[in-house]
C-alpha cells in the first residue's frame, strides 16, 4: 500500500490572497490603481498589502478577528481590504454616513476586535468606541500622530514579505452589513470561496478585461462597485481609477482624460452625469461598457444613455448583498428587445420564481424571486432565526417580487415592501414611475405609498423636475392616466428639489415614507 502524501494547506487554496498573488505575478509593473496622485502597480499595491497585513498581526489582531473599516473611497481602504484577506480578517465594511449609535450597533454585533478608520470622522468614532475594548483602533490615512495608519505602512519600508497565515477558502472574508431599511443591519457572511466564484462569474458576464481602464467612484463599502467591479477588474490586470465619490464633474473629466472604458453606477448617478450642463462637450468616446443597477433603471433613462454616448454597451447587473452581490446580467446586445428586463442569471446562480408554497408559478406570473449558488452567504452573523427564514425550502428568498418570460429572461416587478396596496389591489412603484419618466419635465421620481383611509395605502410620487422645467399635479396625473389604468395613477404629486439618496446611489424610499406619511 502507497503512502499518501500530504499536500501542504496552502498550496492550492483559492484565497482573495492567493488571486491578487497570481495578478501580482504576472502583470508586475504595469499600473494597477490611481487614487489622486498616487499610482500603484501591481508590484507594489501588493508589497503594500503584506506590510499592511503584517502590522496588523504585529498589532495583536489574529485570524478571525472582525476588523471593521469606517471611512470613504481611498487607496488606503482599497489596501485594508486585502490586507485583512491575507491576514485570515474578518473585513467588516461600514457605510461612512452611519451617526456613532449606528456605527456602535455595528462595532458590538460584529464583536469587532479592531477598527479602522478615516481621521475626519474621529468625532464619530471617539463617540462609538467608548468604553468598547478594541485590541486596534488606528487610521487609514493620518497626516501624522496615529502609532497604525495604513496608508503610511503601506508607503513604509518595512518588511514587505507575506505573512504565514494559513487561510482556508472557506473561512469567512467578510461580514457585509444590510442597509437596515426595515430593520436593524444583519450581516450576510462571505467566505473567500464564494466572492471568488462571483469574481470568476462576473469576468465573463461582464465582459471585464485587463487591458481597459476602469472607473471606480461608488462607495467600496457597498459590495457592488467592490465585488463585481474593481475586483476582478484588479484580478485581470486592469489599471483602475478610483474616485472618493460620484463627482459628476469629476467623472466626466477622468473618463475623458484617462479613455476610461468601463464604468459603473446606479441610475441616480448616470442620470446626474447626463444633466451636467458640460455632457455633451466631454469626449466619451472610449466609453464602451456602461454598467448599471443597486436599483431599477428607467427605460426613458437607458434610451438616452444610448442617444447621448452611441456606440456605448449598456449592461443591467441585478442582484444583492447576500449573492456577492450579482445574481442576473442583461447584456448590449439583449437591451434592444427587452430593455426592462434584469437579463439571465448569470453561470454561477440558478434562479426561480416561486409561489409561498415554493412552487414555481407560470411564466409571466408574478412570484418571489430565490437563487442557489456557490456565491451565497453561508448566513446571517449571529442571527440563526433569520438564516433559517432567508433559506427556506433550501433557496435564498430575496424579498424581490419579479417574472420570467418564456425565454428565461427575469423581470424584477419591485421589492416586496415596496409594492402598494391600493384598495385591496396590489401596485408595483416601478411599474408607475416608468410611466412618470416618460414625461419631459421629469428628472427623477420615487412613487410610494402612503396610509389612507379609503385606499389603505395612497400612490403617491415625489417629483424632481428638470432644471428649467415647469409642470404642475394636474398635468403630471393627465400624463399618468393617458398611459395606465385608473387604479395606478397616483392620488398625489408632490415635488421635492432633491431625493434622499444613501450614499451608494439608492433612492431611500423609507425616508420619503417618514418624512410625508402626516
Not at 24 to 37: M, Q, T, Y
Not at 223 to 248: I, K, N, R, T
Not at 302 to 309: D, F, G, K, T
Not at 365 to 381: A, D, K, N
Amino acid at each position: 500500500m502507497k503512502t499518501q502524501v500530504a499536500v501542504p494547506p496552502t498550496i492550492n487554496q483559492n484565497t482573495i490572497g492567493a488571486a491578487l498573488n497570481r495578478s501580482a505575478r504576472k502583470h508586475r509593473d504595469k499600473l494597477a490603481l490611481v487614487f489622486g496622485e498616487r499610482r500603484w502597480s501591481y508590484t507594489e499595491l501588493n508589497q503594500a498589502v503584506n506590510r499592511v497585513a503584517r502590522r496588523f498581526l504585529e498589532a495583536g489582531l489574529e485570524p478571525g478577528d472582525r476588523l471593521a473599516v469606517y471611512g470613504k473611497n481611498s487607496d488606503a481602504y482599497l489596501i485594508a481590504w486585502l490586507a485583512a484577506t491575507r491576514a485570515g480578517l474578518v473585513h467588516v465594511p461600514i457605510n461612512f454616513a452611519l451617526s456613532s449609535d449606528e456605527l456602535r450597533y455595528i462595532l458590538d454585533q460584529s464583536g469587532a476586535a479592531g477598527l479602522l478608520s478615516d481621521h475626519s470622522l474621529a468625532a464619530n468614532v471617539t463617540a462609538a468606541t467608548h468604553g468598547l475594548e478594541l485590541k486596534v483602533s488606528a487610521t487609514l490615512h493620518a497626516d501624522q500622530g496615529e502609532t497604525l495608519d495604513v496608508l503610511r505602512t503601506a508607503l513604509s519600508e518595512s518588511d514587505a514579505t507575506e505573512p504565514a497565515v494559513d487561510i482556508d477558502a472557506s473561512s469567512l472574508a467578510q461580514l457585509l452589513y444590510t442597509s437596515g431599511t426595515t430593520a436593524a443591519p444583519k450581516a450576510a457572511m462571505m467566505t473567500h470561496q464564494a466572492l471568488m466564484a462571483e469574481y470568476t462569474a462576473c469576468m465573463v458576464e461582464l465582459d471585464i478585461k485587463g487591458d481597459e481602464p476602469m472607473l471606480a467612484a461608488l462607495p467600496l463599502y457597498h459590495s457592488a462597485q467592490m465585488h463585481v467591479f474593481l475586483m476582478p477588474a484588479l484580478l485581470l490586470g486592469a489599471p483602475v481609477y478610483l474616485h472618493e465619490a460620484p463627482l459628476p464633474d469629476q467623472c466626466l473629466a477622468r473618463m475623458a482624460q484617462e479613455r476610461i472604458v468601463s464604468f459603473f453606477a446606479p441610475p441616480t448617478v448616470w442620470i446626474s452625469l447626463l444633466r451636467h450642463p458640460e455632457f455633451d462637450n466631454y469626449d466619451l468616446s472610449s466609453l464602451q461598457k456602461a454598467y448599471y443597477g443597486a436599483s431599477i433603471m428607467p427605460v426613458p433613462v437607458l434610451e438616452e444613455l444610448q442617444q447621448r454616448i452611441p456606440g456605448v454597451g449598456l449592461y443591467n447587473c441585478y442582484g444583492q448583498s447576500e449573492i456577492a452581490p450579482l445574481a442576473t446580467v442583461l447584456r448590449p446586445d439583449e437591451h434592444q428587445q427587452r430593455p426592462a428586463s434584469a437579463g439571465r442569471p448569470i453561470l454561477t446562480v440558478e434562479t426561480r420564481i416561486v409561489d409561498l408554497e415554493m412552487n414555481d408559478v407560470p411564466i409571466g406570473e408574478h412570484g418571489e424571486i430565490v437563487h442557489r449558488s456557490p456565491q451565497l452567504m453561508t448566513g446571517y452573523w449571529d442571527k440563526p432565526d433569520m438564516t433559517q427564514e432567508a433559506f427556506i425550502g433550501g433557496w435564498f428568498h430575496s424579498g424581490d417580487v419579479g417574472y420570467f418570460d418564456d425565454e428565461g429572461y427575469l423581470y424584477v416587478v419591485d421589492r416586496i415592501k415596496d409594492v402598494i396596496n391600493t384598495g385591496g389591489v396590489l401596485v408595483a412603484s416601478r411599474e408607475v414611475e416608468e410611466v412618470l419618466f416618460q414625461h419631459s419635465a421629469v428628472s427623477e421620481v420615487a412613487v410610494i405609498g402612503l396610509p389612507d383611509v379609503k385606499w389603505i395605502e395612497a400612490i403617491t410620487a415625489v417629483v424632481v423636475l428638470k432644471a428649467g422645467a415647469e409642470v404642475d399635479e394636474a398635468e403630471l396625473i393627465a400624463h399618468a392616466k393617458s398611459h395606465m389604468a385608473p387604479y395606478k395613477v397616483p392620488k398625489r404629486i408632490l415635488f421635492a428639489d432633491e431625493l434622499p439618496k444613501s450614499t451608494a446611489g439608492k433612492i431611500l424610499k423609507r425616508h420619503l415614507r417618514k418624512d410625508f406619511q402626516d
